[in-house]
């Protein structure tokens, strides 16, 4: 096989893996705040014992996602050396930020916030969740414009020729606001809200189903769906302006995201449909330049489209299609939902309707499918740059990796990932079996500390 294909693959299979874990934490721990806040100011106990449950999840899920995320940076130097070589020096100032002033900033906390209980003042608590809630955030901006450089660079300049080139950082600030990092940051953290909510709403409505909890339940399932709301609302909003960013600084994703061909031509929106790549066209049904229209506010506005650019300057049409229009179908389901929700608390009728709580259950998936299908349509639609404009994709592999070195360590990841992942399965079912209450593991801690200080 190609190496090219594999080291994509690998790389690919150990990200969507690892990005199942920020984006819950992330969006936990604004839940966290606001739990243990409302518990601060009422001193009711069904906040304290809702937070000390998703705490303990919270430590797991931090705990998965570090070990999932340290394969990521091997690779940059096993199979993409000329990439990194290129990228190094200004990927250096954004991630030794995220070091510094997110990663550590969040696990200095993670201590006071897993075992502060009893400890310190709620106060004191309160605001060690609210430093581990901000660094998880911060540690997400610092990475995302990491990546955003390589969609939209800027404040660079080339030194060095052939596959000795890299770029040099002459204006940090010009780095960090490139022109698609604000939008890509906002929508990012819309979608890990939303994946950290329909967390809790889904364990919330399976307590109500099974009659266990509900007191707790019904409390955390309408916190959960305010911030649900909220971030599915922000995440349509952020994605339009990222969406009209892509059309000026990436046509040719822009394009392939509606399989959009004319050179110059008005550009429907198409709600679902099917490219035929060979005869260049789409199937499907669409809104008459509507594309247009959104970015231009003219249905009759001329968009670049696919055959503006050279068949090797294009990015694979279909697969950054589908994606892109799945992504959006979920996140046009999970407004309905939260929207729906909220409206039916009134009364209390959202816990009587089962289907619907069986609804919410599932629906845990959609957050997370929808954030994979964003990524995926993001990254293969930037194809085949791998810095756009600067560095192909082809140009930033290793040249002393071959395709069996790569292929076996892939199945090595995916036993070891499949590990990690049944393991992190079972402690997750087994808290959420157990549900909100003393920790039976963290009593006998606790116990055992209070005999050692005694003594």
Aim: glycine share 10%; net charge neutral; charged share 15%.
């Amino acid at each position: 096989m190609d190496v090219d294909l594999l080291a994509r693959l690998q790389f690919a299979f150990t990200l969507m893996v690892h990005y199942v874990f920020p984006p819950l934490s992330i969006g936990l721990g604004v839940l966290l705040v606001a739990m243990e806040a409302t518990y601060v100011k009422t001193r009711d106990p069904d906040y304290e014992q809702m937070t000390k449950f998703w705490v303990r999840v919270f430590g797991l899920i931090f705990a998965v996602g570090v070990a999932t995320g340290i394969v990521m940076e091997f690779q940059f130097g096993t199979n993409w050396s000329t990439y990194s070589r290129f990228v190094g020096d200004v990927f250096g100032s954004p991630l030794a930020a995220e070091g510094i002033f997110a990663f550590f900033l969040e696990s200095g906390f993670l201590a006071l916030l897993l075992f502060g209980w009893n400890r310190v003042k709620p106060g004191v608590h309160l605001f060690a969740t609210a430093m581990v809630a901000l660094g998880s955030h911060l540690s997400a901006v610092w990475i995302v414009i990491a990546n955003s450089w390589q969609q939209t660079p800027a404040g660079h300049h080339i030194v060095g020729e052939g596959s000795q080139a890299r770029a040099e950082i002459v204006d940090f600030w010009a780095v960090v606001f490139n022109p698609s990092s604000v939008d890509r940051i906002s929508h990012t953290i819309m979608g890990c809200w939303q994946a950290g909510a329909w967390l809790v709403l889904s364990v919330s409505a399976y307590y109500l189903l099974r009659g266990r909890h509900e007191k707790i339940a019904k409390k955390s399932m309408q916190l959960a769906l305010v911030l649900a709301l909220v971030s599915s609302l922000g995440q349509l909003a952020t994605g339009h302006t990222s969406a009209e960013g892509v059309g000026a600084n990436q046509p040719a994703k822009l394009a392939a995201f509606e399989g959009h061909y004319e050179a110059s031509a008005p550009a429907d929106l198409y709600l679902f449909g099917w490219v035929d790549e060979k005869n260049e066209k789409v199937i499907g049904i669409g809104i008459p330049g509507m594309l247009s229209m959104m970015l231009h506010r003219d249905f009759k506005a001329p968009v670049t489209g696919l055959r503006a650019f050279a068949p090797e300057d294009r990015p694979p049409v279909q697969i950054v299609f589908q994606s892109y229009h799945a992504m959006v179908g979920i996140g046009m389901i999970l407004i309905g939902l939260a929207a729906g929700g909220l409206m039916l608390l009134r009364g209390g009728r959202l816990y009587r309707m089962r289907w619907l709580l069986w609804t919410f259950v599932a629906a845990v998936l959609l957050p997370q499918l929808a954030n994979q299908l964003g990524w995926m349509s993001a990254e293969v639609g930037r194809q085949p740059w791998i810095v756009y404009g600067l560095l192909r994709r082809v140009d930033g592999l290793s040249r002393v990796v071959n395709a069996n070195q790569v292929l076996w360590s892939i199945i090595m990841f995916a036993l070891i990932y499949a590990l990690l992942m049944a393991v992190f399965l079972f402690l997750l079912d087994k808290k959420i079996k157990h549900g909100p209450g003393p920790d039976e593991e963290a009593t006998v801690a606790d116990g055992m500390l209070t005999e050692g200080r005694d003594a």
